[in-house]
């Protein structure tokens, strides 16, 4: 598959690879005949994996070798420092999922309310408004 194609399956823009090749972040992939990019299943799921721990905010320079061993199976060298720093993003996805799962339980509680709500409702039902937002209306 061509860049365009890799780009839109990872959800990283063509430009953000070209420059993560360039940087040795990521692998570059073979050429094909007319000098065009070919990327594989495995540059595939390196590229979602990076486009995934970049949101989680891991700077390049420790991308860079978790993604040598997601593409390669090789560490020998980076096992040391790798664990530490896979630990430690480990513990932030779970993090965010939590904050995620609570974040969507919110969303749900008001969703159920609205579809429960009749044309004629005023409030939200289910949904306790704050006191301090009814503090801060104005009176009629």
């Known amino acids: 598959m ?3 194609q890799a ?3 990872s959800g990283l823009p063509p430009d953000t690879i070209r420059f993560y090749e360039r940087k040795g972040v990521l692998p570059r992939p073979p050429r094909q005949g007319n000098g065009y990019r070919d990327y594989t299943s495995e540059h595939l799921a390196t590229l979602s994996l990076a486009n995934g ?4 905010g891991m700077p390049l320079e420790q991308l860079s070798g978790v993604l040598q061993v997601a593409h390669d199976g090789t560490c020998h060298e980076l ?3 790798m664990l ?3 630990v430690e993003m ?3 996805v779970d993090r965010r999922m ?3 799962r609570a974040t969507r339980a919110g969303l749900d509680r008001i969703l159920s309310g609205l579809r429960e709500m009749d044309a004629r409702d005023e409030h939200v039902p289910g949904i306790d408004g704050c006191g301090c937002v009814r503090l801060a209306s104005p009176r009629e």
């Open 53 to 56: 721990l970049r949101t989680l």
């Open 84 to 86: 530490p720093t896979l």
């Open 98 to 100: 939590t904050e995620l």
């Open 79 to 81: 096992r040391d420092t």
């Open 7 to 9: 780009a839109q399956a």
């Open 2 to 4: 061509n860049i365009q």
């Open 90 to 92: 480990v513990e932030e």
